[in-house]
């Protein structure tokens, strides 16, 4: 039937079966075949935002299916962009993204009780955007492979896989295709972020319309790789007022700004005198105390405890009396681990052991050395491009690299 006649034959219903169609057809808001999370435990009362968990198969024959969580837009999901969020590592759950850095939870470090406490964090950048933080690469947080062979992964294939993740989940949610898409993360990702899309690019040329909505990427303290990265961190001490003036000639002289690669013994122990100098120096954020790596703040398995109520008596001093953000981090252990909480989540039992916050020992190859030439080949193309970071981390990539990458690649 035509569109007009269409619109006719609705209008002469009754009022109360137009009512009725109405709602049913917002009831699909979202659609796809994905969870739906109304409650968590840990959560004061029902989630005041739209969450929905699920797996996307990326890779039949292995089994390997990624794990998500889908936060929907609270201001107008359906025109609001798409942000695909990759957290680092490599081997960074998303629950980094979701509940420490840009989503709507957030762990209480003063939470009472034996449970870890989440809250709403109103900062959260789901006020304007949807996204989707997916447990990338295989072997990550919830994400899981059906045979050893499909748990091994690196950067190439991790692209590869997240191609066929994003085309899969847009399939499965239509009503997000044509919303602004960017590919978006922190740290290590920044290697994935630009090479993702750079092959999504090649898609859409080769006629795959349901990635026409890729604006662009944002990318967060990212590793851009090459020398770039370890040569700019020499000067960024210095500008930070973290070595001297004397120390930092001393190497600049002698070094001729290689210092990942000293050419001369007169270099090297220029750099190893300023790698002295910093390397009790917190390097998430100068300005604190140095903090313990994050592999002994996270226990290995809450297993070894005995339970989740012991692991929390056992941290409660410590972070309490911790000036350490990153100190939070084992409360993730806690929640992720419980039975009430993956059951919320719907999360297939048997697919993993314990699980991890970031999970360090991945079968993982680093087969992307650089990707400047990829940030420039983007702008060529003309998408949209955010790199931000925070003026007081060393960890990883100083804004020097960035600055000076990017200004020589265009």
């Known amino acids: 039937m035509p569109n007009g006649g269409g619109k006719r034959w609705l209008l002469l219903l009754p009022l109360s079966r137009w009512v009725l169609l109405l709602g049913s057809l917002q009831l699909p808001a979202v659609g796809g075949s994905g969870h739906v999370v ?4 840990g959560f004061d009362g029902p989630l005041p ?3 929905e968990t699920g797996y996307v198969e990326v890779d039949e024959q292995q089994g390997v299916q990624l794990f998500y969580y889908f936060v929907r837009s609270e201001r107008d999901p359906y025109e609001d962009p798409l942000l695909l969020w990759l957290s680092g590592g490599p081997g960074c759950s998303g629950i980094s993204g979701l509940a420490y850095e840009i989503g709507p939870l957030k762990f209480d470090a003063r939470g009472q ?6 809250l709403y964090r109103p900062e959260t950048w789901t006020k304007v955007s949807n996204i989707i933080f997916v447990d990338s690469p295989v072997g990550t947080g919830f994400s899981y492979a059906k045979s050893e062979e499909g748990l091994e992964t690196g950067d190439t294939k991790q692209v590869k896989q997240l191609v066929i993740f994003l085309r899969k989940w847009l399939q499965d ?3 997000f295709v044509m919303n602004p898409l960017y590919i978006a993360g922190d740290s290590y990702s920044g290697l994935i972020i630009p090479t993702l899309a750079l092959e999504i690019d090649r898609s859409i040329e080769l006629g795959e319309k349901i990635f026409s909505g890729l604006k662009g990427y944002i990318a967060g303290n990212p590793l851009t ?4 990265d370890t040569d700019s961190q020499i000067p960024y001490f210095h500008a930070m007022g973290l070595v001297s003036d004397e120390l930092y000639k001393n190497a600049r002289e002698n070094c001729g700004g290689k210092y990942s690669a000293p050419l ?10 300023i790698n002295n100098c910093t390397r009790d120096i917190n390097k998430q954020y100068i300005l604190d105390p140095a903090c313990p790596d994050d592999d002994l703040l996270s226990p290995k398995t809450v297993a ?3 339970g989740t109520s012991r692991l929390m008596l056992e941290s409660a001093d410590f972070l309490l009396g911790s000036k350490c953000a990153e100190a939070l981090y084992i409360l993730s252990y806690a929640w992720g681990n419980d039975d009430t909480v993956q059951e919320s989540l719907g999360i297939r039992k048997g697919t993993i052991g314990a699980w991890k916050r970031y999970s360090h020992a991945l079968p993982y190859n680093y087969d992307i050395q650089s990707v400047v030439d990829y940030h420039s080949r983007l702008a060529t193309k003309g998408y949209r491009a955010l790199i931000y970071r925070a003026a007081t981390t060393m960890l990883l990539y100083p804004m020097l690299a960035h600055k000076h990458g990017l200004d020589t690649s265009t």
């Open 173 to 175: 949610h239509p009503r």
């Open 225 to 228: 790789g090459g020398q770039f």
């Open 113 to 118: 009780g034996e449970f870890p406490t989440l």
């Open 264 to 273: 001369n013994a007169v270099c090297a122990e220029a750099v190893q005198a």
């Open 38 to 41: 109304t409650r968590m435990r």
């Open 304 to 306: 070894e405890t005995d």
């Open 49 to 51: 935002f739209y969450l």
